[in-house]
């Protein structure tokens, strides 16, 4: 009995950080087409704003806060640099100013911060266990597992009902067409990277809440998450990203528990080549978005 | 056709003049970047044939760079040596020892296979999935190599290959590598395949099997890139599997795009442009570094400048140097223009 609580909980908090980390990016995805490849590097800027503003002397809440917010700006520059300017030319364009823009970022954290990790201030509760039916827990999982069902609500609610969100699905399904209506396009598009930069941010404080430091390589992981919920849950649907996310969750925590010590070094060999296998199955990921409209 | 053969022409002059050229000087320094410029270019124009003609990106194409390195490290590393080199390898392969030509031809052939296997699949889908999976194949080729300790010494560095890559033999390779991917661009799967580039629904409409034929570029590169990885592991002689993941990636994607992914010519241009000025940019660095010995490292900053004006490249001319036509065929249009005008 301990061993499946152990297991549940291991995989909502995993496949709720996934499931956020996923949504960031497929919110950029459904309006614009495009991936965002400087994505992970949000959740580093989160994490080094924690760094830096370690030594102020801040009460923790705020610094995490002040976390989110750079992210979230960073979110929104990425749109300038990076979008903006080629949104209009090939999509091939946009991948490769992603990129570059991601290795701009890291490159100027290994320049003007440090190669070596740096810590980060975390509060005691991070590091706490909690024992639940004999299944002793780092109580960072449950806190991990709170926050993803209170912010996939709000993100689900701002979806459906505020004004905002039904721009965004509506400039999701048929760009042109909404334009038409009155949806003013750049805003649409820049409230949606701020809407990714925030989701990066907080995930950012719960992803490096589990490591402690910060690298400037710390983004790939969750990039590489995120890319992967979104292409088996369907990149266009953001029930799909969810999905996406608990059931890669499911398939890392198995492969954790069932691989041997030799294999397990393989894991994410088996991860990616299991994706590689559900693409064939169903290349449209298991949630099929809206109908494709067109881009700009 | 016509300038198709210019084209070779003048991109194999280009070869020559940069192996003979750093031969002449006689500086120990640029012989050693001039060779690297060469297995570069080997890489570029290999991912050329795929990403030029196909218009998909793929990430995966250092990943079987490091396939070629490290099949060749294998057939090569002198049998007295791979006790040391490779403790755990298999014992029937503790006696192969081949020349590194074959080697070479091996990594390449080797490089092929795999991408053969796992690519089938991948060639149906197109945009964002498609470069998302080539992206995560890069990961699987990576993880492979980490841990795969008896073929690879898993993240460690493996050393003891024969220092074979001399300036002729990888200017040679360059120039027949040139020649076979300006005769992919013309053949007739070449052909097809750009025009699926241009317009996927058009292309199929005209009974072109897409999936096939960008498997068929995809061979094709992996099989110039797996040489390529060869060439490079018997210059540098001793590496790790790092040496083939994001930052190559990114080094050698900057140079195909900047110099323009759709022609070969590009693909030399971005080559040849972005080895100066990244060496440069390294000089830089150390000179900074030696200058301010102690108070804080300079690194990075040779990728933030090539970050820059990649971004700047893509937002000015999105195609690249060399967006559409080859050098050949520039020059024989602006002969035949002043010959009407005459």
């Known amino acids: 009995m301990a061993f499946a609580i152990q297991f549940v909980i291991d995989v909502l908090s995993l496949g709720g950080a996934y499931a956020l980390m996923a949504l960031g990016l497929v919110i950029i995805y459904g309006i614009l087409r495009l991936v965002n490849f400087a994505y992970g590097e949000l959740i580093m800027v989160a994490g080094y704003t924690m760094f830096l503003t370690s ?57 003007f911060i440090s190669p070596r990790p740096r810590n980060v201030p975390l509060p005691d509760i991070f590091s706490q266990t909690v024992s639940i039916g004999g299944a002793i827990t780092p109580v960072r999982n449950l806190i991990t597992i709170a926050a993803s069902i209170v912010l996939l609500a709000a993100v689900a609610f701002l979806m459906r009902k505020t004004t905002l969100g039904i721009a965004m699905r509506a400039a999701a399904t048929n760009f042109t067409m909404a334009r038409m209506l009155g949806v003013p396009a750049n805003l649409i598009i820049s409230s949606a990277f701020a809407l990714s ?3 990066a941010g907080v995930v950012g404080l ?68 299991l994706v590689i296998l559900i693409l064939l199955w169903r290349p449209e990921g298991l949630i099929k978005g809206p109908a494709s409209g067109q881009r700009t | 056709m016509k300038h198709s053969y210019l084209t070779a022409l003048i991109l194999i002059a280009v070869i020559a003049v940069i192996a003979v050229g750093s031969q002449m000087i006689g500086i120990r320094l640029y012989d050693r970047i001039a060779t690297n410029l060469l297995i570069s270019l080997v890489l570029v124009i290999g991912l050329q044939t795929f990403m030029g003609n196909s218009g998909l990106l793929s990430f995966a194409h250092i990943g079987f760079m490091g396939l070629g390195a490290y099949t060749s490290a294998v057939l090569t590393i002198p049998a007295q040596m791979k ?24 990594a390449g052939v080797v490089a092929a296979l795999v991408a053969a296997v796992v690519a089938y699949p991948l060639m149906r889908l197109s945009d964002a999935a498609a470069v998302i999976t080539s992206f995560a194949l890069l990961v699987v080729l990576y993880t492979v190599m980490n841990n795969w300790s008896a073929l690879t010494n898993g993240p460690r560095t493996l050393f003891g290959l024969p220092k074979t890559t001399e300036m002729p033999i990888a200017a040679i390779v360059a120039a027949v590598v040139v020649v076979v991917a300006l005769a992919f661009k013309e053949s007739r799967t070449g052909k097809l395949l750009r025009a699926s580039r241009e317009d996927e629904v058009a292309a199929a409409a005209l009974g072109a099997n897409i999936p096939h034929l960008r498997w068929r570029a995809f061979i094709l590169a992996a099989f110039i890139a797996g040489i390529g990885g060869a060439l490079w592991g018997h210059f540098i002689t001793s590496f790790a599997p790092k040496a083939f993941y994001l930052k190559e990636t990114f080094l050698i994607i900057t140079m195909l795009v900047i110099g323009g992914a759709n022609t070969v010519t590009g ?19 150390a000179t900074l570094n030696a200058a301010s010995s102690g108070s804080g490292q300079v690194i990075g900053l040779t990728e933030i400048v090539l970050a820059l004006a990649m971004i700047a490249v893509m937002i000015v001319r999105p195609g690249g140097l060399f967006p559409n036509r080859e050098i050949g065929h520039i020059l024989t249009r602006s002969r035949r223009k002043k010959e009407k005008t005459a």
């Open chain 2, 83 to 106: 006790g040391m080199a490779l403790p755990d390898l298999y014992e029937f392969m503790k006696v192969v020892e081949i020349s590194p030509l074959l080697a070479m031809l091996a």
């Open chain 1, 197 to 199: 930069g925030f989701l």
């Open chain 1, 55 to 111: 030594g102020s002397g801040l009460p923790w809440l705020l610094m995490a806060v002040l976390a989110v917010v750079m992210a979230i700006v960073f979110g929104i520059l990425t749109d300038y640099v990076a979008f903006r300017p080629v949104r209009a030319k090939s999509v091939t364009a946009v991948l490769i100013t992603s990129f570059a823009f991601s290795n701009l970022l890291q490159n100027a954290a290994l320049l």
């Open chain 1, 206 to 273: 719960l992803w490096i809440g589990r490591i402690g430091t910060v690298v400037p390589g710390v983004g790939l992981e969750p990039l590489l998450v995120a890319f992967i919920a979104t292409v088996i849950g369907g990149m266009r649907s953001l029930p799909g990203a969810v999905v996406g996310g608990f059931l890669l969750a499911l398939i890392d925590t198995t492969l954790n528990y069932t691989l041997s010590q030799d294999l397990l070094k393989f894991r994410d060999a088996f991860t990616f080549s």
């Open chain 2, 267 to 285: 693909a030399v241009a971005g080559t040849v442009l972005i080895t100066v000025a990244y060496e440069g940019l390294r000089g830089t660095e």
